[in-house]
């Protein structure tokens, strides 16, 4: 009885070990990973990232931060565009949270449900490194996420790397029924992977083959010639590309803001993402991401415009600029966004699609003072 | 041949200590055993809850924000010395556990008290003062809990109580009466330091072990094909605490002639526990090697994304160190008996 009795166990077990349970291909699927948005000319896209809330965050004060940050926003949109203007998306680009719980995830998302309904804009939340790195299953965070009512995500049950990879299309009458102005494409960029076993230390990781393979499908769906904005969490080797051949080999490609440490690609030539380089041949009119905080430099590298969004809040680490810092890399991103007294890098980056071609970056350095706030706006 | 014969009276009765004791010594052996698990377990979630923090701070050092790690740190105190509170009743109950004499023991009680009071006053002032000077802007301002910092303030109230009550205990109660179970395990005299510096980081490898062992139950995605690798981490996880429980509940509570026999034995089983599960950890990790940050790495706070797997590692190295060095002694007291 006991050999039979573990005859039938094993197997089970085994499998049950090793299965993954019902998962879809995603080729065969594509329209599960579609949201769609009304477009209109000047659709602003409010990009947070790298808020970091974790254990020894007071969620009170970065809720007051992000508060007063938003009235900064709304103010700016209604100044230079109109009463009516306002902010349409948030695109929230990872690392929402580090060594955080389950209190963290429904403080974040009752906080943005709120001010959805006060601003109404809709918003995303994209997979960072650490947004895997709390307290929570992952799937449950998932779900939080596909739950809350103002929040576009997706994350179906797939053999798709990741777990945020879906296109928001803004189309002319908000269905899919109409033709796509723009697509925007939300990638999950990953966390970090071992190349063996027993690797002590793991890379960080990147936007993989499937992934790419995924946006094209999505891409030709709505048409080769529908220009597409990406948001993910970690910078590929391109960045790195961009600013070695401006600083080493004299290119002269536009680039602005600062670059004060590194980019967090894993500079494996074996593991170097394909996304930016197929997307230039798709219309790709720029990436924007987050990750490393000190850096939210930007550039047109041949046609595409890569840039890392402003840091937003005061959680883990941010750059203090300070005006006579001698450092070439400080003088030079001082030069470029003009200003002229010490702040810190922390705040946000505004996205408006212009028209149905063209859009327009600036930068918002908002930092709370005991006196009057600090704020600035630069565009790109 | 022998060591099955060993083996089969691993479970022997008479071979405990707690054989000798009569009736009144078995409940309170009992109960100091019962709160000692107790203790353990609430001593191994504050201090996952301390490690979470004080992670995130150095986080801020090591990427050059001192002023953001110093602002967090103050902010995260009362969670570290929440910590304390709770391993230092650990100590005082360990106390209770192990008495070499009653005069050892009431000094122990005393001290660890005086201890226990002091971080649970420290904690409750802290809170006072940091609410008035700024650190909190409400004292339940939130995270990580929405009663932080007031539910850290409540916890002090407790240790104050239990700090309070081991001291009554020994001036009046044990004044009469005084407490008798007999001492399980030696008190060390040669190279005591060594000794209490290993014991002092098993326990803090076991307390990690034990809480992340069993969050990663929960947080785990065993879903997505992670489920092996989910699995083998736990059971690696669970390895320092109950190499620790053994140690703590199996041999200890062994007479002196039967600690010397078993510890071979003993040793080598452990050995072979731990290296299984080392192996089963390499070998998941191999087949998934993208797991340890997909499948979810709550569990992982003294690792940022480049060192999961050294942090893996420390954990899956601590009962193997534990099994060596006690396969060590084992053969030194085999030695020593032919």
């Known amino acids: 009885m006991k050999t039979k009795t573990w005859a039938v166990l094993l197997p089970l077990l085994a499998t049950s070990l090793t299965s993954c349970g019902a998962v879809s291909n995603y080729a065969d699927h594509l329209e599960d990973y579609v949201e769609t948005m009304r477009f209109h ?36 949109i209604s100044d230079t565009q109109g009463a009516g203007a306002k902010i349409d998306l948030i695109e929230i ?24 309904v006060e601003y109404g ?24 996420f596909g739950k809350a009512e103002h929040c576009i995500f997706i994350d179906p049950e797939d053999n798709l790397y990741g777990r945020s990879n879906f296109v928001i299309n803004l189309t002319e009458d908000g269905t899919s029924a109409s033709t796509t102005k723009w697509q925007l494409a939300n990638l999950d960029s990953g966390a970090s992977f071992s190349e063996t076993a027993i690797s002590p230390f793991r890379d960080y990781d990147y936007i993989r083959e499937d992934q790419v393979d995924w946006w094209l499908k999505e891409h030709a769906r709505v048409g080769e010639s529908v220009p597409t904005i990406a948001y ?7 960045n790195l590309e961009a600013w070695n051949a401006i600083h080493n ?3 002269t490609y536009k680039h602005k803001f600062f670059k004060l440490e590194g980019f967090a690609d894993n500079g494996n030539e074996a593991y170097a993402s394909k996304f930016i380089e197929e997307g230039r041949n798709h219309n790709l009119k720029a990436a924007f991401m987050g990750h490393a905080h000190n850096v939210d430099w930007t550039v047109d590298y041949k046609g595409v415009v890569l840039g890392l969004g402003v840091k937003t809040g005061t959680e883990l680490y941010f750059a203090h600029i300070d005006t ?15 200003i002229n007294e010490n702040f810190d890098l922390i705040g946000a980056a505004l996205v408006t699609l212009q028209d149905e071609n063209n859009f327009e970056l600036e930068h918002l350095y908002y930092n709370e003072r005991a006196t009057s706030d600090f704020v600035a706006w630069v565009k790109w | 041949m022998g060591q099955v014969v060993i083996m089969k009276k691993f479970f022997d009765r008479e071979a405990f200590l707690l054989s000798g004791f009569d009736k009144k010594q078995k409940r309170q052996s009992l109960l100091v055993s019962l709160l000692l698990v107790l203790f353990f377990i609430v001593s191994a979630f504050t201090f996952f809850n301390a490690l979470y923090g004080f992670v995130d701070a150095i986080g801020s050092i090591v990427s050059g924000s001192i002023d953001v790690a110093l602002r967090d740190i103050v902010r995260s105190i009362p969670l570290i010395l929440s910590a304390f509170m709770s391993i230092w009743a650990l100590l005082l109950l360990q106390a209770f556990y192990r008495n070499p004499n009653p005069e050892r023991w009431k000094k122990s009680v005393m001290k660890d008290s005086i201890c226990l009071l002091c971080f649970a006053l420290a904690n409750l002032l802290f809170v006072i003062i940091g609410r008035f000077a700024g650190v909190y802007l409400s004292l339940v301002e939130g995270s990580p809990s929405p009663w932080y910092p007031l539910d850290s303030v409540l916890f002090s109230l407790i240790f104050i109580a239990l700090g309070v009550l081991a001291i009554l205990y020994v001036k009046r109660v044990a004044k009469d009466s005084p407490y008798v179970v007999p001492s399980r395990g030696e008190v060390r005299c040669k190279a005591r330091g060594l000794y209490c510096t290993f014991l002092a980081f098993w326990l803090l490898m076991a307390l990690f072990g034990f809480s992340a062992g069993l969050f990663s139950i929960f947080i785990y995605d065993f879903l997505h094909g992670h489920a092996f690798f989910g699995v083998a981490t736990v059971i690696a996880y669970l390895m320092p605490p109950l190499f620790l429980a053994a140690w703590e509940f199996y041999y200890h ?28 950890y390499f070998i998941s990790l191999g087949l998934d090697r993208d797991a340890p940050s997909n499948a979810g790495f709550g569990m992982f706070p003294i690792a940022f994304a480049a060192s999961v797997n050294i942090a893996t590692m420390l954990v899956v190295a601590c009962p193997l160190i534990v099994s060596i060095v006690a396969l060590i002694n084992g053969l030194r007291l085999r030695k020593k008996a032919n």
Do not use: C
């Open chain 1, 93 to 116: 680009t990872g690392d929402q949270f580090m060594l955080a719980n389950a209190y963290h995830v429904e403080t974040f998302l009752k906080f943005f449900e709120e001010k959805a």
């Open chain 1, 121 to 144: 804009f809709l918003y995303t939340a994209i997979w960072g490194n650490h947004d895997r790195h709390g307290l929570y299953n992952p799937n449950w965070l998932s779900d939080q």
């Open chain 1, 41 to 76: 000319e000047k659709f602003n896209i409010l990009q947070l990232t790298d808020i970091h809330w974790s254990y020894d965050s007071s969620t009170l004060a970065s809720r007051n931060y992000l508060d007063k940050l938003l009235q900064q926003v709304q103010k700016h």
């Open chain 1, 249 to 251: 080999d004299g290119a």
């Open chain 2, 253 to 280: 509570e062994l007479k002196m002639e039967n600690k010397k026999r078993f510890l071979l034995p003993l040793a080598i089983v452990g050995l072979v526990v731990s290296i299984f599960a080392a192996a089963l």
């Open chain 1, 232 to 238: 993910y969490h970690i910078p590929q080797q391109d």
């Open chain 1, 324 to 338: 006579k810092d001698t450092d070439p890399a400080m003088v030079e991103g001082l030069a470029s966004v003009g």
